[in-house]
């Protein structure tokens, strides 16, 4: 992302100072200071080294797994996700899409509690989740709780609108309803139904990159003239549910009877059933000037909390003393893990390519990102028959001797 960042002239949003906790539903069970030694103190206090096991295991997956840029680079694709797991970690990385994250954890020494108290609260906080989501989307989930995430000033959401316009494309601002198979020269070639504002209409294309989920609880349109038929993929999506308040923290739910003392801006909470919120925290605007501060804990300030059901009146009313707004979203967000076997396939036919399914691997934005490079270097070097750039095996031997 940070190099899309650079070709767009975009800038780095400034950082703005808080601390976490994680939040029983009683008490809190970790509580970050200012300090950074009393903070390693605490866990080891806690959970004794179980934090050098998590940062261990963290790392040795993500260092693998940014290999696929050396790749990509090179100009290697992947026609199935299983194939490029294989180059990046071998066998043990798909069956990581297959074992819990809290099963790979205890393996490599972590202790229960340190996966029930803190694991668990930031695959919350994250997929809405418990630890039994597959370990290679757990690792991803975790390396982005270590903070070096960043966003971009005036929101992410600039990273894709500025893309869009250096392609120089062609938008139809339209809702896809279908995609129908036909032939010219022999060669697949491929109508996509739309409909706008202004009626229905469809266009003919010689390659298609799918992008929207193609599962029931997602998916409403058709494939037609496949053979064999194109089918629903299994699995299903895990709901969310994303409140934005504008009002007082009530600081006494959480053991701080005066809000002055309340030192925390992020709330994530251990997997307990009386909890209804997933996890809070005090959000910044997209633009933040050299003069922004945040409130102070007994000011008005917004907070964003995560649920899996929309707040009741009583529940916000645990929260927050008062408030002056709610604005609920409510939307299936990340895969259930737990609801397919299988990981998708890419390549959906000949030139018709499937970009979604990576999120049943791990889903963020990095992941989606990957997954783009990987169908266009793929449908280009099947375009070109290219075809000792696809499924190679011992990459970084190649690689290596390519440099």
């Known amino acids: 992302m940070q190099d899309f960042v650079k070709i767009l002239g975009l800038k780095h949003r400034r950082e703005v100072a808080g601390k976490s906790a994680i939040f029983s539903g009683e008490h809190f069970v970790l509580e970050e200071t200012d300090w950074y030694l009393l903070n390693l103190f605490r866990l080891w206090w806690h959970y004794g080294i179980s934090f050098l096991r998590l940062q261990m295991w963290v790392e040795e997956v993500m260092e693998k797994f940014m290999r696929i840029y050396k790749y990509q680079a ?18 043990a990385f798909v069956n990581m899409t297959q074992r819990s994250v809290a099963e790979s954890l205890l393996e490599v020494g972590v202790t229960q509690r340190f996966v029930d108290d803190v694991i668990a609260a930031v695959l919350r906080s994250s997929y809405g989740q418990s630890v039994l989501v597959p370990a290679f989307a757990g690792a991803m989930s975790l390396a982005g709780a270590q903070g070096s995430t960043w966003a971009v000033e005036g929101g992410n959401k600039l990273v894709c609108s500025g893309l869009l316009k250096l392609t120089k494309a062609n938008v139809i601002s339209a809702r896809v309803t279908g995609i129908s198979l036909h032939s010219s020269e022999g060669r697949a070639l491929y109508q996509v139904h739309y409909e706008s504002t202004e009626g229905q209409g469809s266009a003919f294309y010689d390659l298609v990159v799918v992008t929207t989920p193609l599962h029931p609880s997602r998916s409403n349109f058709t494939f037609e003239n496949f053979d064999p038929p194109i089918p629903d993929l299994p699995g299903a999506f895990h709901p969310s549910v994303t409140s934005v308040v504008h009002g007082y923290l009530n600081s006494s739910y959480f053991g701080f009877p005066d809000p002055k003392l ?14 209804f919120f997933h996890a809070m925290d005090n959000v910044c605007p997209v633009n933040i000037s050299a003069a922004f501060r945040r409130k102070q804990p007994q000011e008005a300030a917004v907070w964003r909390v995560l649920s899996q059901q929309p707040l009741e009146k009583p529940q916000l009313k645990t929260l927050f003393r008062s408030y002056y707004s709610v604005q609920v979203t409510e939307w299936p967000t990340y895969p259930r893990y737990d609801s397919a076997k299988a990981l998708p396939p890419i390549v959906l036919h000949e030139n018709l390519f499937y970009l979604s399914g990576v999120e049943w691997v791990a889903s963020s934005m990095e992941m989606v990102a990957v997954a783009a490079k990987n169908v266009a270097l793929l449908a280009y070097n099947r375009w070109h028959q290219e075809l000792e750039k696809i499924d190679q095996k011992d990459l970084m031997h190649k690689v290596k001797t390519e440099l």
Do not use: K, N, Q, V
């Not at 290697?76 to 066998?91: D, H, I, P, T, W």
């Open 74 to 91: 090179h100009g290697y694709a992947f026609s199935s996700l299983e194939e490029l797991l294989r180059s990046l970690g071998g066998e």
């Open 262 to 275: 309340f030192p925390f801006t992020s709330i994530l909470t251990t997997d307990t059933p009386d909890l």
